[in-house]
């Protein structure tokens, strides 16, 4: 079900059934809220249509001033709106600004709220604005990148706030939803969740990282002639990788220095976190570190995905 709040302020609302006038009972009957906002063209609506897919009760462009007004109407339904999500982004223009009281307000009362911000390249947002033949909606007078720029600007802080960022520069339609699934098909006990990402710094960092680990400090597998083919998914690759000097110390470290920082963001209620590990090319060093660096994560009882972002690019 979908909520439509057009510039005009005017609404399309579709009643959940069950939505009733009245006080909440308790505070178990406070909403859980997601939040989706971030760039123009990096795939909102996409992340929306996938919560309401999965049972959410979806409010397009919706003023910030008018979202605890929405969490008051699901807490009054006695149950049937369980889980709100709210698109916000620069099309509210003057009311982006109202956002961030209305949601230290959320938060004081005790909703369970999250920050999804979808984020993506200058090159491909203006890929995506060119081949739908559209203009930014800050662009104006001037180009997409102007446009971009602006929005950048006004969404930096929501940014830097938000719990989960997914950059979607190289995903797809169905790698973008399979995400979101990923992380909300089964919410109900949110749990801190790792994703280990091997990348290759010249090909640039990923922009949804927390941490950023770099293993250009181990010889490189490329000038092996019988190494350069494989990758670091493979055993000889891996033995070659952790032969090396300081390779299972530095292992060994940090996988004792996530323990800390995976403590340290459970007690500060982040639910999701990105460990970027790069080499050169993301083929060898990253590769095999980063299998390994996933398997302590799990032995440790963290829920983790391992991702290779630019094995095979070359």
């Known amino acids: 079900m979908t909520v439509d709040v057009t510039e005009s302020g005017e609404k399309e609302v579709s009643t959940p059934e069950g939505l009733v006038q009245g006080e909440p009972q308790d505070s178990s009957e406070v909403p859980e809220l997601v939040i989706i906002s971030g760039m123009s063209g990096a795939g909102r609506s996409t992340a929306a249509k996938c919560l309401e897919d999965l049972g959410w009760f979806v409010v397009d462009n919706l003023p910030p001033a008018l979202i605890p007004t929405m969490v008051d109407l699901g807490a009054r339904s006695q149950g049937a709106v369980a889980r709100i999500s709210a698109v916000v982004d620069v099309r509210g223009r003057s009311f982006f600004d109202d956002l961030r009281t209305a949601l230290d307000d959320l938060e004081k009362g005790g909703v369970r709220l ?9 090159e491909a947002l203006v890929r995506r ?7 930014h909606p800050l662009q104006g007078d001037g180009r997409i990148v102007d446009g971009i720029e602006r929005e950048r600007e006004l969404l930096r802080e929501l940014r830097g706030e938000a719990d989960l960022v997914i950059d979607t520069s190289n995903l797809n339609v169905h790698e973008l939803r399979a995400k979101m699934d990923a992380h909300f098909a089964d919410d109900a006990e949110p749990e801190l969740r790792a994703t280990v990402m091997s990348f290759g710094f010249k090909y640039g960092l990923p922009v949804d990282a927390d941490l950023v680990v770099d293993c250009r400090f181990l010889p490189n597998p490329h000038w092996v002639p019988e190494l350069r083919a494989h990758t670091g998914t493979d055993e000889e690759v891996a033995r070659y990788v952790f032969d090396q000097p300081g390779a299972k110390e530095f292992l060994n470290g940090y996988a004792e220095l996530l323990r800390i920082v995976t403590e340290g963001y459970r007690r500060e209620g982040k639910r999701y976190m990105t460990i970027a590990v790069g080499c050169t090319g993301g083929k060898h060093r990253s ?20 991702v290779h972002r630019d094995m095979g690019r070359e």
């Open 129 to 135: 604005f060119e081949n739908v033949r559209r203009p």
């Open 114 to 122: 999250r920050v999804v911000f979808l984020e993506a390249s200058d």
């Open 287 to 306: 590769v095999a570190m980063s299998e390994r660096l996933a398997k302590r994560l799990i032995a440790d009882g963290l829920e983790t995905v391992l």
